[in-house]
């Protein structure tokens, strides 16, 4: 019956409300108020301002005078007295689609490539072995290392000259010669997606972890009675079952490489090959002098997030209803 | 000391009416049982009478008083949960005197003077030191009534409070609750069971709740003996009392006839009704006989000492003439 | 049992312990490796080692000698554990209110915190750092604090709000008949019995702190206000073409062992930490 009265919507309390309900509602009005004002000033209003910007000429030692220019930023159409069209603004910017194709691509590679190896770690670290213990406490490990230190630590090691990496390549016969991985254009995209997934690898294979371990370890039971092979196990019972935690987890991860930035700033420097959506705005920003544009851009990104989250709300199938005990 | 009344109380959660007017007095000092099956909504009745629920129409008094949206701490009223609920980072002390800390004006003392009286009163003195976790289920129980008894209160509720323990240690708190109303005469008790016997043998009078409604209010006996509906006849009394319709009840003049097992003697011959024996139980010092007799069940009928009736003998049985309760269509007592 | 039965079993077993063994490298290398070239100086630098073949801690001595670097821990230290503090404290009354009591649009407020939890920062880049300038906060440690509120604060209170839900009702409802007001609940009855998980969210809102790069790259731009990982992505040799590696790696680990040694003793309590943030949603 406690259970009821938790999820009992608001139509009871309406009428002749009680000392207690009158007590406890006033009292989460003002719990709530400060955590409400806080995100209000650290995430509504700067969202606010950051799109209003992006309409605006503003710069960014001149914050206060900027002035409404509509689309401009995003798109403007001008067809010259010569009959010649120009397209200018951020949408025709080769610059920030080069940067789309990179954001894009390098979230599809490494969500796609973390899953499998998260996938893979997770389920070694749902069997029973001796040393399991050592194992998920060594696969933390690149967790909690900071990403900008994991960053150096990598750059260091994918060093052309006295990386280890190299060095190891070229002993086991895998590499011709030294490569400048971070350097080359060819090369940087695959460098940032390597520590990105040697990275995230650990958090996707927690996830997925959960989810293997509210599988009913009776199923597994039943099928090897049966004699279902392993393999077939895996993708009838297994996969089925672990799907919606790992969906969440893949939208998860999908909203977080969307919006890498660090790593790519530290790892290829100003390489046009991997600079991604967060990494052009930024510079925009605050390096180039193009305040309007970097909102702008930045407020594209926003959307495109926005997008996914939707998603995730949508599939993730979240329960809001904090009371539904 | 308190006396409570319900006029017309009525609880809907969302479109869902659990409660649907229940009116009802509980005396002062009385100890008044809620019993009926699950989602009946007893718990639900004595959660408004705690105040954690609001009514959603209607009028609760206590000694008088509108207290409709009084506070529970204000109510006087002390409970006792189905799960103990003792906060499980406090000692046994601080457990019990947890609410009187939040009360103004009480000094350390006193606290300690009350506490003390009731730890000896359930005999959990030895135990004020320690945390919950450390403590038998029986004790943990014994520790949640001694909490209520700390904050003096006029009204006692009790949820449910023995469906936790073992079959032994329920008899042996059920005697305990018992002796702990006898000793506060003056505090009004009202407690909400499912079990049938904890409400006879504890109550003075007898709430009998079904489907959001007061089926019957009446001290033990007087649902035993006059039970004023088939449902209630039916609820009370172990072995379940026997029903007989159709054709057999009509020479009653009823719809349907009940008795009680023991309420029937087997005779040797001219009885009022014959059946098969399909099974016997022998508790030693009774003993029940499961007669097939064309019913809807079979009909019970409960004799003193063992009995060594076999299956698939036929026996005469009678009914006791002033035992026998009619019953019309609606399952109403037949006047 | 024949011979060749036995004989896949072991190379089942070999193969498995192939792979652990294969994850657990891969996991250790870098970090190994990082502490291995830390504690090499000069020509050794530049020679590739798998095994350790000096020892010195000259790097360390510069890291902590030249520079800001104890100045910068120290940023990393204060601002990781005030957002943290400020997050927690804002956190378990709101998520008192969200778990416990029902008002409308709960539900509506949830889903906001979960949105502004995935908020890219840099959408917000250039509206927070107006109102830092506004609040003339600038180039300070409260810039960070200030700022690292936005995902702090959400984390938190949604990990603390699917916690407090599952605390037993029936405690709760004693507590109100004893004349508890939410508050006391709160701050005696319900704290005591959230430290585990107030414990692992703090743990985690600090990693998070203490690893953010974007806003600190932003709001801070002296070498005494910077925070650690910015320390370390601007830390440069004595001309531009020269990285001192060593020093970065000394400085990479004297980071990072902290880290470890927390995620190594609270294992546990972060994994279903994270897991709560993510699968139970």
Not at chain 1, 278 to 284: D, F, G, K, P
Not at chain 1, 293 to 304: I, K, M, R, V
Not at chain 3, 10 to 21: C, E, I, N, Q, S
Not at chain 3, 47 to 62: C, D, E, G, K, V
């Amino acid at each position: 019956m406690t259970t009821e009265a938790l999820r009992s919507p608001a139509i009871a309390q309406r009428r002749g409300r009680s000392e207690l309900m009158q007590q406890r509602a006033r009292a989460a009005r003002w719990f709530l108020l400060p955590m409400m004002i806080a995100l209000a000033v650290v995430a509504g209003w700067p969202l606010a301002r950051s799109i209003y910007f992006s309409f605006t000429d503003v710069k960014l030692n001149n914050l206060y005078g900027a002035e409404w220019v509509g689309f401009a930023n995003y798109l403007q159409i001008r067809t010259l007295e010569s009959g010649r069209t120009i397209y200018r603004g951020v949408l025709a910017d080769p610059d920030w689609w080069n940067a789309v194709w990179n954001t894009v691509r390098f979230a599809f590679w490494s969500v796609v490539w973390e899953t499998i190896f998260g996938m893979i770690v997770a389920l070694v670290l749902n069997a029973e072995f001796r040393g399991r213990g050592i194992v998920r406490a060594a696969i933390l490990i690149p967790w909690a290392i900071p990403t900008i230190v994991s960053a150096k630590m990598w750059s260091w090691m994918l060093n052309d000259q006295f990386g280890i990496l190299n060095d190891l390549g070229v002993r086991l016969g895998l590499l011709g010669a030294p490569v400048a991985w971070t350097a080359s254009p060819d090369t940087a995209m695959m460098a940032v997606l390597v520590v990105d997934i040697w990275k995230t690898t650990p958090f996707m294979a927690l996830l997925i972890l959960a989810g293997l371990q509210m599988i009913p370890k009776d199923i597994y039971e039943a099928a090897d009675i049966d004699g279902v092979h392993p393999i077939k196990q895996f993708f009838r019972i297994t996969l089925p079952l672990v799907r919606p935690a790992l969906m969440v987890a893949i939208i998860f991860r999908v909203l977080d490489a969307l919006r890498i930035f660090d790593l790519i700033y530290v790892l290829t420097p100003n390489s046009a090959a991997t600079k991604t959506m967060s990494v052009l705005a930024q510079e925009n920003l605050f390096q180039f002098d193009n305040f309007a544009e970097g909102s702008t851009q930045s407020t594209l990104l926003f959307l495109l997030i926005a997008l996914f989250t939707i998603v995730y709300i949508w599939l993730g199938k979240v329960n809001f209803d904090g009371g539904a005990r | 000391m308190a006396s409570i009344e319900l006029r017309d109380v009525r609880k809907a959660f969302g479109a869902v009416e659990v409660i649907k007017g229940v009116d009802l007095e509980v005396r002062k000092g009385e100890f008044m049982v809620f019993v009926g099956p699950s989602g009946c909504g007893k718990s639900t009745l004595l959660r408004l009478i705690s105040g954690l629920e609001d009514i959603t129409s209607g009028e609760m008094l206590f000694d008088g008083k509108v207290v409709n949206s009084l506070a529970p701490s204000k109510r006087g009223i002390a409970m006792v949960f189905q799960s103990y609920a003792l906060y499980p980072h406090m000692s046994v002390y601080d457990n019990m005197a947890f609410g009187l800390t939040l009360e103004k004006g009480q000094s350390k003392e006193e606290i300690r003077r009350r506490v003390e009286k009731a730890a000896d009163m359930l005999q959990i003195r030895q135990y004020l030191d320690r945390l919950p976790k450390q403590l038998s289920g029986g004790q943990r129980q014994r520790v949640a009534i001694g909490r209520a008894i700390t904050r003096d209160p006029k009204v006692f509720l009790f949820d449910e409070p023995l469906s936790n323990l073992d079959a032994a240690l329920r008899v042996q708190t059920r005697i305990e609750i018992a002796k702990l109303h006898e000793s506060m005469d003056n505090v009004t008790m009202i407690y909400v069971t499912h079990d049938q016997v904890e409400a006879m043998t504890l109550a003075d009078r007898i709430c009998v709740l079904r489907d959001g409604l007061v089926e019957q209010v009446g001290t033990p006996m007087e649902l035993y003996e006059k039970p004023n509906s088939v449902f209630v006849a039916g609820f009370i009394g172990s072995p379940k009392m026997n029903f007989i319709s159709g054709d057999l009840a009509k020479s009653f003049n009823a719809d349907t006839v009940g008795i009680r097992g023991e309420h029937i003697t087997i005779v040797p011959e001219n009885g009022v009704w014959s059946g098969t024996v399909i099974h016997t139980e022998n508790l030693g010092a009774d003993s029940y006989v499961y007669l097939e007799m064309g019913t809807e069940e079979p009909v019970v009928v409960r004799l003193d000492g063992v009995n060594t009736y076999r299956s698939g003998d036929v026996v005469q049985i009678s009914p006791m003439p002033d035992k026998i309760h009619r019953f019309n269509a609606a399952g109403k007592p037949v006047a | 049992m024949t011979a060749t039965f036995d004989l896949w079993k072991v190379t089942k077993r070999v193969l498995f312990y192939a792979l652990v063994v294969f994850i657990v490298l891969v996991s250790l290398f870098p970090f190994y490796y990082a502490i291995l070239t830390s504690l090499e100086t000069g020509t050794d630098l530049f020679r590739i080692n798998y095994w350790p073949t000096s020892f010195s801690l000259a790097n360390y001595q510069s890291v902590f000698s030249q520079g800001a670097f104890p100045r910068n821990l120290l940023n990393s230290v204060f601002v990781a554990s005030v957002t943290v503090l400020l997050a927690l404290f804002l956190a378990i009354t709101a998520s008192f209110a969200l778990s416990r009591v029902r008002f409308r649009g709960r539900s509506l407020l949830l889903m906001t915190i979960l949105a502004v939890s995935m908020f890219p920062q840099i959408a917000v880049l250039a509206g927070l750092f107006e109102v830092i300038r506004f609040l003339g906060i600038y180039n300070t440690p409260w810039a960070l604090i200030f700022s690292y509120t936005i995902f702090t604060l959400p984390f938190t209170v949604w990990v603390l709000t699917t916690f407090m839900r599952d605390l037993p009702v029936e405690i709760e409802e004693a507590a109100i008949v004893d004349g508890a007001t939410p508050w006391v609940i709160i701050t005696r009855v319900f704290m005591p019995l959230m430290w585990p998980a107030l414990v692992t969210t703090g743990l985690l809102a600090f990693i998070a702190a203490w690893n953010e790069f974007l806003f600190a790259l932003t709001f801070t731009v002296s070498n005494q206000t910077r925070t650690v990982p910015v320390a370390i992505a601007l830390l440069s040799g004595g001309s531009q073409y020269e990285i001192p590696w060593g020093i970065i790696m000394a400085a990479s680990v004297i980071v990072t062992v902290p880290l470890v040694v927390l995620v190594l003793i609270f294992q546990r309590k972060i994994v279903s930490g994270l897991t709560a943030g993510g699968v139970k949603g």
